[in-house]
């Protein structure tokens, strides 16, 4: 007995000892070692495609250079939940931002202040004196067709950032009382997307102020279905002459539109008045599902559209622009951004319902969207005045950013197509001076595995090349201590 005691000292005990040692230092190592890199707070892995769970570098570019403290605080909200991960990677980007997750009890004072509910989560980005705040249900939306739930944490929250960091936010002001296209009743989806972009936007009744508002970055100005009165077109006139800028949206002419003052305007930039008629397509590639006139444009890259790979117009009509010679003598330059295929024609009889181009009807390539630079006042060194430059951008199409839907049988709205809410937020981005700013609009929940090479080995490596590593330690040590023995 006392035999068989001792070589359970000798053998069974210290190896066992010293095992168990071991595996508790591998512990204290890996505890240790995950200590370090949470402390470390690493962007992680993102597969999937749409880049839902990281910053895109879009973001990062955005936030990358900010100089004034900005917090964000998530009043409601646990460490684990994945918004708080996204959130982190901004303070990652920047040390400037710093994310706090906290409850009603623990700072009463930003409920009182900010008026959150204290039985609901809130965000509140704070940067000085300016503010945003977001509730949970900004996060997302809602795809209208599929009514699926789409991701809008990211863009949410960069906007947030850069909306309490600007030193001034753009306003744009829609023209109200002359067009039947009204923010307020089919143009919601619109709203709802400027209310995501750092500018601010309000409506306009001259008949009732007299003149533009002396805030206003970009008036825009919605298809007229009747003429502007002479205080609309004064006020206007001096708003151009002042270096404002407009962004005008027009629908095709189905009857005869005497509108001399609104005609007047649009003069002031070379264009001619609207004619009657819609733009058809023959090209397959260049329509949707058959339909001649929903059609899809060339779109030429510019500073507004070189983000912008396609849209979807329906019944566009082209826009007439006086000679070149007349353009020069207005001080007008001219930029087309979209057209329409080569194989197009232009149809003025709506009685003909026949597909394909008819006898008589004008065939070829038409500018259905344009900027139009015109140089208003000359820099005058002598009276300090500067260049003015009053831009316009027009398209012959208004639909394309309304709630209309295509037939009465689907609930998905136009502007939701394609690229359609992204060109007139681009377009109002470069108008009101803020080009640089036009950032990642995430549009999808869907997670799909996208891995790169690179990552892909990574994965292939951890599936297969550790279990291999830890087969082939094993082997070793039990041949080791096989040959002690």
């Known amino acids: 007995m006392k035999k068989l ?253 005497n509108y001399t003052n609104v005609n007047k305007i649009l003069a002031m930039y070379g264009l001619e008045p609207f004619g009657i008629g819609v733009i058809r397509e023959t090209d397959a590639s260049k329509m949707m599902s058959g339909s001649p006139n929903v059609i899809i444009p060339n779109v030429n890259s510019t500073s507004i559209t070189k983000n912008i790979p396609a849209v979807l117009l329906v019944n566009a009509t082209k826009l007439n622009f006086v000679a070149d010679e007349e353009l020069e003598k207005l001080n007008v330059t001219k930029i087309e951004l979209l057209q329409s295929g080569e194989g197009s024609y232009y149809r003025t009889n709506f009685n003909i319902s026949a597909n394909g181009k008819q006898t008589g009807e004008e065939e070829g390539t038409f500018t259905i969207g344009a900027e139009l630079q015109k140089k208003v006042a000359e820099a005058n060194e002598e009276n300090n005045q500067e260049e003015k430059i009053s831009k316009l951008v027009i398209y012959g199409e208004n639909l394309f950013i309304s709630d209309y839907t295509l037939s009465s049988s689907s609930s998905y709205p136009i502007i939701s197509y394609s690229y359609n809410k992204d060109l007139i937020i681009d377009s109002i981005a470069y108008l009101v001076d803020r080009q640089e700013d036009i950032v990642v609009r995430k549009d999808t929940n869907t997670v799909n595995y996208t891995a790169t090479v690179e990552q892909d080995n990574i994965i292939q490596g951890i599936i297969f090349g550790v279990p291999v590593l830890i087969i082939f330690v094993g082997i070793i040590v039990w041949q080791y201590r096989r040959r002690k023995k």
Not at 39 to 65: C, G, M, R, W
Not at 161 to 173: C, D, L, N, Q, S
């Open 5 to 257: 005691i001792e070589k359970i000292k000798k053998s069974w005990l210290i190896k066992r000892t010293t095992t168990i040692i071991f595996m508790l230092v591998i512990v204290a190592l890996f505890i240790v070692l995950t200590l370090w890199i949470n402390n470390l707070n690493l962007d992680p892995i993102d597969f999937t495609t749409e880049k839902l769970y990281t910053l895109t570098q879009t973001s990062k570019e955005q936030v990358k250079n900010v100089e004034n403290d900005v917090n964000i605080y998530f009043i409601g909200y646990s460490e684990g939940d994945a918004i708080i991960d996204l959130a982190k990677q901004y303070h990652n980007a920047n040390e400037k931002i710093q994310v706090e997750v906290t409850n009603a009890t623990e700072r009463p004072d930003l409920v009182e202040k900010y008026g959150i509910d204290t039985n609901s989560n809130g965000v509140i980005v704070e940067s000085g004196n300016k503010s945003k705040i977001l509730s949970m249900y900004d996060f997302y939306t809602y795809d209208p067709g599929t009514y699926e739930e789409i991701d809008i944490t990211e863009e949410k929250l960069t906007n947030a950032i850069r909306y309490v960091i600007a030193e001034k936010i753009p306003t744009v002001y829609f023209l109200e009382g002359y067009s039947e296209f009204s923010v307020n009743e089919n143009m919601n989806y619109l709203t709802t997307y400027l209310g995501n972009e750092v500018t601010n936007y309000d409506t306009v009744n001259i008949l009732t102020t007299a003149k533009v508002p002396e805030d206003c970055d970009t008036l825009i100005i919605t298809s007229p279905n009747k003429d502007f009165d002479d205080v609309a077109t004064n006020a206007i006139i001096e708003y151009i002459n002042n270096g404002g800028n407009i962004l005008w949206f027009n629908m095709l002419v189905t009857e005869e539109q």
